[in-house]
């Protein structure tokens, strides 16, 4: 799982809720919860009512594994800094004020279902959450986090294994490739239950709607699944009702069952430098298939010179036979916000791929510049980072414990509060 992402509604089992759609593309979570509360606005003086406020709230996250590349950063990263300053103000729709709270996570958890170097995994965790600011998150608008400071996702996830039939993970596609790939002998159980921390993730946060693409359609049914089952399970009959009261909390159904709300892929899809039919990914072998993100100069323009080509003369954009093309063009436009494919090809259309590919590599270089820059500046400050992430978990715990309590009230669990 290379990202997370979901539409939530905030701590249903505690208050009422509606629902309200925000997609962040990278598979992000829109959380949407309903209480009431005094205002001072002059209609709300005028009509003595307390004005309707329904909380937004936006969970993405990468894996640290690796360096994040090219595509990470366009694909997703980017887009939530574009989300972020377009929804962090509150504003009034049909009378209701809606707020928005961004959070944003290193998902930790994940990158240990396969082997890993636990040095590298720290560097890369720290790395990555550097690498969130430097893109833009800024954290006055946005809470950043690393998965595993929220304790709730690791014993989440335990509640949930426990309630997920066997059979019904060893029907996910993924871990059946992963599997063969590396050898059942080999696979760790976490690569096999890690949909269910990925449900652990979703849940958490009461998704309503979950903004996914089609290969992780698969997981968000899992997901769907676990609530019924579990609703059967433990959020029925008076014994449940009672567990409720005593704890304090309303007798409402722990999970809100998500929708799948299939998009395709938001922002740039960025393919590998070595195959345009596949996706830029950490996890090829071959370094010179990506630009990470933190590559220098120079290995920038020696991975652009040697990226795979065609030999059909001049550059042009959606031919299907010239998937290179396409996707090499894609990364020149993504670099330049706001210039359009017409006044690309204007440019480049009589080019050849040894006139082209400096010029791709200098907008890459002059568009990464002041991310790097940024990035050595707030990496090479140990407590501004540590302290950005520190802030970040706490509000994510108060969130995701709420949820967390509801589910331990749910299965019968004593109260620890």
Not at 204 to 214: I, K, S, T
Not at 293 to 318: A, Q, S
Request: proline share 5%; charged share 25%.
């Amino acid at each position: 799982m290379a990202t997370i992402a979901l539409l939530a509604r905030a701590t249903s089992a505690f208050t009422p809720s509606s629902h309200v759609i925000s997609s962040l593309a990278t598979r992000s979570v829109v959380s949407t919860s309903s209480h009431f509360m005094s205002t001072a606005t002059s209609a709300e003086t005028e009509t003595d009512k307390p004005m309707k406020t329904r909380t937004r709230r936006i969970l993405s996250g990468v894996q640290p594994t690796g360096s994040l590349h090219l595509g990470n950063y366009l694909g997703a990263i980017r887009q939530w800094v574009e989300f972020q300053d377009l929804e962090c103000e509150p504003k009034i729709e049909d009378g209701v004020r809606i707020e928005t709270e961004n959070f944003f996570c290193v998902v930790d958890l994940h990158a240990i279902t396969m082997p890993h170097d636990p040095k590298e995994l720290e560097e890369s965790t720290l790395s990555s959450a550097a690498l969130y600011l430097a893109a833009g998150i800024d954290p006055k608008k946005s809470k950043v986090f690393i998965q595993s400071h929220v304790p709730a996702h690791s014993e989440l996830s335990w509640l949930l294994n426990c309630a997920t039939p066997m059979n019904w993970l060893e029907r996910m596609i993924q871990f059946k490739d992963k599997a063969r790939k590396a050898g059942t002998e080999s696979v760790g159980v976490g690569l096999f239950t890690y949909p269910v921390l990925m449900a652990a993730d979703i849940l958490l946060y009461q998704a309503d709607r979950v903004p996914v693409g089609e290969d992780q359609r698969q997981h968000l049914e899992l997901a769907r699944d676990i609530v019924r089952r579990w609703t059967d399970l433990y959020n029925k009959g008076g014994p449940f009702k009672k567990r409720c009261k005593k704890a304090g909390i309303p007798s409402f159904p722990t999970f809100t069952e998500p929708e799948a709300m299939i998009v395709k892929s938001g922002g740039a899809r960025i393919m590998s430098l070595s195959d345009g039919t596949n996706k830029m990914s950490k996890s090829d072998e071959n370094d010179n298939s990506r630009i990470n993100v933190l590559d220098p100069p120079k290995v920038i323009r020696d991975k652009i010179k040697k990226c795979k080509t065609d030999v059909v003369k001049g550059l042009e954009w959606d031919n299907p036979e010239r998937p290179e093309a396409t996707n090499l063009l894609s990364i020149y436009q993504a670099v330049q916000p706001g210039r359009t494919k017409e006044d690309i090809l204007e440019e480049v259309k009589d080019m050849s791929w040894g006139e082209f590919k400096p010029v791709l590599a200098d907008a890459i270089i002059a568009h990464l510049e002041p991310i790097q820059n940024r990035y050595h500046e707030i990496r090479n400050d140990e407590e501004y980072l540590m302290g950005v992430l520190k802030e970040g978990s706490d509000a994510a715990n108060a969130v995701a414990n709420k949820t967390l309590k509801a589910a331990r009230v749910a299965m019968g669990f004593v109260d620890r509060d």
